[in-house]
């Protein structure tokens, strides 16, 4: 059974930094590309960072580039999600999910993380 | 970044069928196959039920189907089962952004 569970979410001030990390079992998660999906309370899905099945090839939504950093340990089948320089508006639950191509296969619970003075 | 268009609510009795449609671009939804949905009930993570516009996960009931006409896609849902209440979210490939888009969500009330 795919099981994603994050962890590493809660109240930051504006400026700060937090890092979400997700333990991945059930699959051979070197084999798979992995996500990081956020949702704004009350809101709609929005697709924050993907990487490669051997972390050489990363991407991110325009309003976090620079900011964030998607990174995986296959040793430890762990997927990463570093975010600084936080701002109230990347309030929102944060999901790790396994991705196909353009696709998302198995989400994990989803975290919250709040950014608030 | 713009997300894919969808009708913020539709409404169906048990029993009947109800069509949310997803409409974007020729550089979206038009011009690729990569169109997939998920269900998303409150308080949970969104589950995928349709990927690449027609194919159905194992364990994704046969009630749920999907379909494509230029640059809309659709998610019809057939014998509607008042669990099949929840919002519903499309995805597409895009050759415009870097990430697949999304679109705004549907929230559908089973009466």
């Known amino acids: 059974e795919v099981q994603l569970v994050e962890s590493g979410g809660g109240l930051v001030q504006p400026g700060g930094s937090l890092r979400l990390s997700c333990a991945a079992s059930?699959?051979?998660?070197?084999?798979?590309?992995m996500s990081w999906i956020r949702q704004a309370p009350g809101k709609g899905l929005e697709w924050a960072a993907n990487?490669?099945?051997?972390?050489?090839?990363?991407k991110y939504v325009d309003s976090v580039k620079g900011r964030f950093t998607i990174s995986r340990d296959n040793a430890k089948n762990s997927l990463h999600l570093q975010m600084n320089s936080l701002r109230v508006e990347d309030t929102a639950v944060y999901y790790c999910?396994?991705?196909?191509?353009?696709?998302?296969?198995?989400w994990g619970q989803g975290i919250l993380v709040t950014v608030s003075s | 970044q713009s997300a894919l268009t969808q009708p913020r609510s539709v409404s169906g009795s048990p029993g009947q069928s109800v069509t949310i449609s997803c409409t974007g671009t020729s550089s979206d939804v038009g011009g690729y196959n990569y169109l997939s949905w998920y269900q998303q009930h409150p308080g949970k993570a969104p589950k995928l039920m349709i990927y690449?516009?027609?194919k159905r996960p194992s364990g994704v009931p046969d009630r749920f189907s999907g379909s494509k006409s230029g640059n809309t896609a659709s998610l019809t849902i057939s014998g509607l089962q008042t669990e099949d209440e929840a919002d519903y979210y499309c995805c597409s490939h895009s050759d415009t952004y870097t990430l697949a888009l999304f679109g705004g969500g549907t929230k559908l009330t089973v009466l």
């Open positions: 690449d516009v027609t």
């Open positions: 990487i490669n099945e051997d972390g050489s090839q990363k």
């Open positions: 059930g699959f051979n998660f070197g084999s798979y590309w």
């Open positions: 999910a396994r991705s196909g191509y353009s696709r998302i296969e198995y």
